[in-house]
């Protein structure tokens, strides 16, 4: 994985993962910004341009479903990471506009390799003509 560059907005109110993941993804020159709340992070992908989303289903003040809902009425091409203590919100996280699901505990090996290939379409979606 050689996403130099890539921003990533991580959604999750739990800092301990926020630190891991921005740890995981530094070691590839990845830039993380965290949000702790639904409210928080829904500004900040307003406010800048991010490469790819993740996001927690269960956050403070929302969950994360709501979140993929209220990003793509802004943001439709952007692809979301949405991940889960347990499978069952996978059905509803796709139909909420993510594009991957996880279930926690995270696998680093294949959290990389998601990350890695929703970046690729990321990059090979902005080089085709609309």
């Known amino acids: 994985m050689s996403k130099s560059g890539k921003r990533i907005l991580c959604i999750e109110d739990d800092t301990d993962t926020c630190e891991l993941l921005a740890t995981w ?8 910004t965290a949000a702790s709340t639904a409210t928080r992070g829904l500004e900040l992908a307003r406010q800048r341009n991010f490469d790819l989303y993740l996001v927690d289903a269960r956050l403070p003040d929302g969950t994360g479903f709501d979140v993929c809902h209220r990003i793509r009425a802004f943001d439709r091409h952007t692809p979301i990471l949405f991940w889960s203590a347990d499978d069952e919100g996978l059905h509803e996280a796709h139909l909420a506009g993510a594009q991957a699901f996880i279930a926690k505990p995270i696998d680093p090996v294949a959290f990389l390799d998601t990350i890695n290939q929703l970046l690729d379409t990321r990059s090979t979606s902005a080089k085709t003509p609309q």
């Open 25 to 32: 993804l530094g070691l590839f020159n990845c830039e993380v």
